[in-house]
């Protein structure tokens, strides 16, 4: 029998596309992504911007040709976004390379704000000043609005091509690549290295600003060639970047380090170390006071609390699998007289509470064990990356471990959640959510632990959300390959969002340490690890507090609580009256003693962001009284000193209320 190749040719091959919601359309095979969006809506095709397609990231214009989940990202979508930074990247890179000639191309990602690329300028000097020129090339080639094309090559083609073009960078990460998993992508006069996806094409960028130039070292290896950086970000609207820079001009008010130099907060200093954060005694009583309200909380939770050394015998860390990632880029290990001794920096706690739990025999009865640690860790940044206190080389965890049966899990985690739930709210993180990291369903074998036990701990993860009422995106492929976790997004004032607390489930650990209980069976069980750390570290999370309040801490935590200002020396004697009397009812307070008028010592004290300004002139003095100004409310009146005592303790009492029964 005969058929007519036509005939099959003529065929239309359905296939089918999951969405998001569940439901399920069939489309012709070959369908794209924007294809798909304008199936639903004309508006929504001419704002889509890449997809994910069964869990891979995906060109709009690329096409299906199987079954497939589907997830479609516009601009208001972070996928969306970060899509639109990488192709802004190449868009940069393509100016570039049309305005200075010579130039070659390290690595050009999406970050979390915008994109950089890495270049070596050669025989160019590419300066602050040239940005205004490159930003105008970039908008200039956007209006041509130039298709970013996908194009497969093999390593051979790929490798000739930079060779010739001189490009020893993208020679080296060709070299890397196995063959059949290499793609280009061409848009306008720039072919680059890249796995995408991009945007369909240039003309969805409408606005750019190069934000910064600075130095980094290929591959972060400071033995190798400094390259330049340029920072950039775009929008798809004008009015998008005009919000965007007065974001940015009050971001600059708010860094972390301008405010800790101005509040004499902490220091940093080369003779130190880069990286290497110290303390001032503002700061450390400002730390101190955080450390003991969450110390007080953990209390009641049931924690222990533990102390450990700040080193470690190699053999611990080669039992919990860390020795494996120490190379030349880490900190290097420590030799002592002994021969054949070796002992590294903590770069974690973890292996150590490990070995308190195993110190003696556990029981089912014994669990949960939760141990806590104020533990200071020590991990070897590149220069490049280090970034006042929020990526540093020395950091203090506010970690925990809980060590508990599997059957505990779901209310620890529920347990952790209150803790984190107060601490938020006693530091005014009002606007946060969770982002529930769950293993790839489609590649289980890179996990460890048993099916049984890693449904059992993201159901637990998922049923806590959902009984504490907190909105969770479930992300699949996202878990540590020891287990789930549960990360805690928090958008400070200015909209930005930052991860600090996170709760992660570990078979890993109890395995590799052979730690056991007796259970009720009288069998030996492996406990299930939780890691936990509502602050993340106290360094970040000072850093994030820091410029999520601007400066303009609660009452319970601010470094000072009032300041005393005589109005003239006529009354510094009972300014220090005053000033005794608060010290001694445990409150922080200084005396303005210059000789200065007070409009001056006004303006000085706002400045410092001190709550409480006390004036007191001749009519606070014969009366016993204190003239009371409170920042951003103004004047309170004049009152007894026992009355403000009263105030200022109700006042923090209200602050640290903690409601043990959410």
């Not at 110390?295 to 609390?305: C, D, L, N, S, V």
């Not at 930052?498 to 056991?516: A, S």
């Not at 009288?522 to 400066?551: D, Q």
């Amino acid at each position: 029998m005969y058929f007519c190749n036509d005939f099959y040719e003529n065929i239309n091959i359905m296939i089918n596309i999951k969405f998001p919601d569940g439901n399920v359309r069939q489309y012709e095979s070959g369908v794209t992504p924007m294809d798909i969006a304008k199936s639903i809506s004309e508006g929504l095709a001419r704002n889509v911007l890449s997809a994910k397609v069964n869990g891979i990231m995906w060109d709009a214009l690329r096409p299906i040709d199987n079954d497939a989940d589907i997830c479609l990202y516009t601009w208001n979508d972070p996928e969306g976004k970060a899509t639109m930074w990488h192709s802004s990247a190449h868009l940069m890179a393509e100016a570039i390379e049309q305005l200075y000639k010579g130039v070659k191309f390290g690595i050009g990602p999406a970050v979390e704000n915008g994109f950089y690329y890495d270049i070596d300028p050669g025989e160019n000097n590419i300066t602050e000043e040239d940005l205004v020129k490159i930003e105008n090339k970039m908008l200039e080639l956007a209006k041509e609005k130039q298709a970013f094309e996908r194009v497969d090559v093999c390593k051979a083609e790929a490798m000739k091509h930079f060779e010739e073009k001189g490009d020893e960078y993208k020679v080296e990460l060709v070299s890397e690549l196995e063959d059949g998993t290499i793609t280009y992508y061409k848009s306008g006069s720039f072919t680059d290295l890249c796995r995408g996806p991009h945007i369909p094409d240039t003309s969805f960028i409408k606005a750019v600003k190069l934000t910064s130039i600075a130095g980094a070292y290929w591959r972060g290896d400071e033995t190798r060639k400094q390259l330049t950086r340029i920072y950039g970000i775009t929008f798809p609207k004008k009015k998008d970047l005009e919000e965007y820079l007065v974001l940015l001009e009050e971001a600059k008010k708010r860094d972390h380090r301008k405010l800790g130099r101005e509040l004499e907060l902490f220091m940093f200093t080369d003779m130190v170390g880069k990286g290497l954060p110290m303390w001032l005694p503002r700061g450390t009583a400002l730390r101190n006071r955080l450390q003991e309200y969450l110390t007080k909380i953990q209390r009641h939770y049931g924690y222990e609390q533990v102390i450990t050394p700040h080193i470690g015998n190699k053999n611990l860390y080669v039992t919990s699998g860390h020795w494996d990632h120490y190379g030349k880029d880490s900190f290097q290990p420590i030799t002592t007289p002994e021969e054949g001794e070796m002992y590294l920096l903590k770069p974690m706690n973890c292996p150590h509470h490990c070995m308190i739990y195993k110190w003696q025999p556990r029981s089912y009865k014994d669990l949960p064990l939760r141990l806590a640690e104020f533990g200071t860790v020590y991990r070897y940044e590149q220069s490049g990356e280090l970034h006042g206190l929020t990526r540093v080389r020395s950091f203090t965890q506010d970690d925990a471990h809980i060590f508990c049966r599997p059957d505990q899990v779901k209310e620890e985690f529920i347990r952790v959640m209150n803790i984190i739930e107060i601490i938020f709210k006693a530091l005014k993180f009002e606007n946060f959510e969770a982002q529930i990291s769950l293993r790839d369903p489609q590649n289980t074998t890179k996990y460890v632990g048993t099916d049984e036990n890693w449904e059992r701990a993201e159901n637990a993860i998922k049923e806590a959300c959902a009984e504490k009422g907190l909105p969770a995106k479930v992300e699949y492929g996202e878990a540590a390959f020891y287990g789930p976790k549960l990360d805690f997004m928090v958008k400070d004032a200015l909209g930005r969002r930052w991860q600090l607390g996170t709760i992660q489930v570990d078979y890993n650990l109890p395995e590799r340490f052979d730690l056991t209980y007796i259970g009720s069976d009288n069998e030996k069980h492996r406990p299930v690890m939780i890691h936990r750390a509502p602050f993340g570290s106290m360094e970040r999370f000072v850093a994030v507090l820091l410029e999520h309040c601007a400066g303009d801490f609660p009452l319970w935590l601010a470094p000072d609580q009032a300041i005393i200002l005589p109005i003239s020396e006529k009354y510094q004697e009972y300014a220090e009256k005053v000033y005794g009397e608060l010290k001694n009812s445990e409150i922080r307070v200084l005396l303005d003693d210059r000789s200065e008028k007070i409009g001056r010592k006004i303006r000085d004290a706002e400045l410092k962001k001190i709550p409480y300004m006390l004036i007191v002139g001749e009519k606070e003095s014969g009366e016993g009284l204190v003239s009371v100004r409170k920042r951003g409310t103004g004047d309170l009146g004049s009152m007894p000193i026992a009355d403000f005592v009263k105030l200022i303790e109700n006042q923090v009492s209200d602050e640290q209320k903690v409601d043990f029964n959410n």
